[in-house]
C-alpha cells in the first residue's frame, strides 16, 4: 500500500486515567502503543489515524513515530444544527469544566460570555462551582467531548437552573453511556435537548427516535472527507 488512512470517529480510551491502584492500566497509552505498531509502508509514509475529538489532546503525543495522529471535531457540525433552532438567539454555552472549555472554548468564539464551573471529583459525585458566566434567562448548551455515567451533565444542569437558566441541553460528541446508561438522561432528568454524533453506534442505535436524544451523523461528512483522500 502506497498510503494507509484509519477512521476511528471514537478512541476508546481515555476515560480510565485516574490511576488509584498500582497495576491499573492507563488505557489511553495502551491503546496507542498497540495502534503505534502499525508498521511504516512501503512508500515510507507513516500510517494516518483520524480520530473525532479525542477526549484529551495531550493523547495525540503518545503515538510513535511511524503513526500520524490526525485530529477533527465535530463541532462545527454541531453548531451549524445549533443555528436552525428558532430560539438560537437565546442560546448560550456553559462547559462543565476547564477542560472542556480549553478543548472548545476557540471554536465556540461566537458565544462570547459562555458559562464555565469548575468541577471537583468525589468518586462517582461532583461538586461544581460557577467560575464564570450568567445563565439567566439563557437556553443554555452544555458542551463536552463525550459522556460516560452522566453524573458530570446531570450535576451541570442542575446548577444551571438553580442559577436562572430558562432551559438546559446537552451536546456531547461521543454518547458512550456504558449499559445503557443514556436511560437516567430522558425526560425525567429535565433536559431539553440531548444531543450525539454516531461514533458510538450501540448507544446512538439505541436512543435512536427517543425523546429528548437527537443523532448527527458523521457519515456524509467522514464519505467526503475518505472520497476526497483518495483522490
Known amino acids: 500500500a502506497r498510503t494507509l488512512n484509519v477512521w476511528l470517529p471514537f478512541y476508546p480510551a481515555g476515560t480510565k486515567e485516574r490511576i488509584v491502584e498500582y497495576g491499573d492500566i492507563v488505557t489511553a497509552m495502551t491503546l496507542a502503543r498497540l495502534i503505534s505498531a502499525t508498521p511504516r509502508l512501503a512508500s515510507g509514509e507513516a500510517a494516518r489515524f483520524h480520530i473525532y475529538d479525542i477526549h484529551a489532546e495531550t493523547e495525540g503525543f503518545y503515538f510513535g513515530k511511524d503513526v500520524q495522529y490526525v485530529p477533527h471535531t465535530a463541532i462545527p457540525f454541531f453548531v451549524s444544527e445549533l443555528k436552525k433552532l428558532p430560539n438560537f438567539e437565546h442560546v ?26 469548575h468541577k471537583e471529583r468525589y468518586g462517582e459525585d461532583r461538586k461544581l462551582v460557577l467560575v464564570e458566566g450568567d445563565p439567566r434567562g439563557k437556553d443554555m448548551w452544555i458542551v463536552d467531548d463525550l459522556a460516560t455515567t452522566g453524573n458530570t451533565l446531570l450535576k451541570c444542569r442542575q446548577k444551571l437552573m438553580e442559577q436562572g437558566a430558562k432551559s438546559v441541553s446537552v451536546y456531547v460528541t461521543h454518547g458512550v453511556f456504558p449499559q445503557g446508561r443514556w436511560q437516567r438522561m430522558c425526560d425525567s432528568a429535565g433536559f431539553a435537548n440531548i444531543w450525539i454524533t454516531d461514533s458510538c453506534p450501540a448507544t446512538a442505535q439505541a436512543v435512536e427516535g427517543r425523546e429528548p436524544f437527537r443523532v448527527l451523523s458523521l457519515v456524509p461528512e467522514l464519505a467526503e472527507m475518505i472520497s476526497s483522500s483518495s483522490e
Do not use: H, T
Open 92 to 117: 448560550n454555552i456553559a462547559f462543565p469544566d476547564e477542560g472542556a472549555a480549553k478543548r472548545f472554548g476557540n471554536l465556540l468564539k461566537e458565544f462570547r460570555n459562555p458559562v464555565l464551573y
